[in-house]
């Protein structure tokens, strides 16, 4: 098994992909089975698999766990080894960001500041931004996104189809571990206790699949009632969105939907979704 090539400069990255097919996977690392089957769907897809790792500081808020995020790239690059990735974008900041945090941002618009946004002021901006530019570095012609960070993808895609960039998003489904939690870099944070506990949340969604043919007060009902049983699960947000406007549907909405969930468990923060249909 061959070790991808680590770059660290936009300039030998992109000297290294004149020519070729790109697929790109953005990441800010600590890799679990989730991102890997985005890297196994992204070599689908093309020739060459380019896998970014960079914590990014413009998505972090004040008092957000930059500094405690898990870097660990030796590990990463064993994990990529077996899978045939080319090369491993590996910037520092100073890269990214020369002048320091840049003045020009990428917002998106009323959905950013809903939901994660809102609990994380700025935090799609700063996700937005290095989007921006890694699709600008990297100019790959598919990027694969996944669907656990559901209302990330939602606004990657419509950054890509408002500004005309010529990347395909391909979204992969959650990848969840056998007892369901959803595969995330933040669960290595939770004890065991909390590990348990932390279940409620897919609990939570397929009870939401369960009830939608009786309509969205019985799946938002539903839902409530499994969280509502684990003292240590502090729910933020529990809404229902039109994934084509991932704006909170009205009460007599018909069709596919999606259920976002969020919330704290001990000290870690965790986010979950799962499409269901309505009525």
């Not at 930059?66 to 790239?73: G, I, K, T, V």
């Not at 500041?113 to 937005?128: I, Q, Y």
């Not at 259920?259 to 009525?279: C, E, F, H, K, P």
């Amino acid at each position: 098994m061959t070790r991808p090539v680590v770059i660290e400069t936009i300039a030998a990255l992109r000297e290294a992909l004149v020519g070729r097919e790109v697929a790109l996977v953005p990441t800010m690392g600590a890799l679990h089975e989730g991102h890997l089957e985005l890297v196994a769907e992204a070599a689908r897809q093309a020739e060459t698999v380019v896998v970014s790792i960079f914590v990014n500081p413009l998505q972090f808020g004040q008092g957000e766990d930059l500094a405690r995020y898990p870097r660990d790239l030796e590990n990463d690059l064993d994990a990529l080894a077996p899978l045939g990735v080319a090369y491993v974008f590996a910037p520092s900041a100073e890269e990214m960001y020369p002048r320091g945090e840049t003045s020009t941002r990428i917002t998106g618009g009323r959905v950013a500041g809903m939901f994660e946004g809102r609990a994380r002021p700025g935090h799609f901006d700063g996700v937005l931004t290095v989007v921006a530019k890694l699709l600008g570095i990297v100019r790959p012609a598919v990027a694969v996104f996944g669907q656990k960070d559901a209302q990330q993808l939602f606004l990657v895609q419509q950054m890509v189809a408002d500004l005309n960039i010529d990347t395909r998003i391909v979204p992969v489904e959650t990848v969840r571990a056998e007892d369901g939690l959803a595969l995330s870099s933040r669960n290595r944070f939770l004890n065991g206790e909390e590990r348990h506990a932390a279940k409620a949340l897919s609990r939570a969604l397929e009870a939401a699949s369960s009830a939608g043919d009786r309509g969205i007060d019985a799946v938002l009902a539903a839902s409530q009632s499994v969280l509502m049983d684990e003292d240590l699960v502090k729910l933020d947000y529990l809404k229902v969105v039109d994934p084509a406007t991932f704006l909170p549907v009205d009460d007599d909405f018909h069709g596919p939907a999606r259920v976002l969930i969020a919330a704290q468990v001990g000290s870690t923060r965790l986010i979950d979704n799962d499409a269901i249909y309505l009525n």
